[in-house]
């Protein structure tokens, strides 16, 4: 079960995906506190003054892309550099959830989000964020 309260920072550009997420979130992980940031440099900003358990990170974005993002959060020092981070994206094609998880990616739910879906890769996750929680 994933835990509840989580704070999730939900990175993704599209305004209707931003709502999608959090109507889906809402089911998926009850009482989760969800930040968004609508590119991934914001992420890299938001993470290195805030404290959050779980990263939901969109692909394709402007300024700095979803893959590029995980690789920057994977370089910097400190706890935030492990925490779990779920694609989130309609590229689903073979070799993509690879190239994902190859650049630092814990768990990866294709587009449109599905609540049994995003609920998985959350539970997939939980042990490095039980592990973060624990830290």
Known sequence: KAPSNLRILLVEDNKLN???AKAELKHAA?????????????AL????????????????????????ATRAIRALTGPVAAIPIVAITANALRGDMETYLSAGMTAYVSKPLRIDAMREAMESAVPRVEERLAG
């Not at 009482?31 to 609508?38: E, F, I, R, S």
């Not at 938001?46 to 979803?66: H, K, R, S, T, W």
Request: without cysteine; aromatic residues 2%; charged residues 20%.
């Open 18 to 20: 931003v709502l999608v």
């Open 30 to 42: 009850p009482g989760a506190a969800v930040t968004v940031a609508d590119n991934g440099q914001v």
């Open 45 to 68: 900003d938001l993470l290195e003054a805030n404290d959050f358990d779980l990263v939901l990170m969109d692909i394709q974005m402007p300024v700095l892309d979803g893959i590029g």
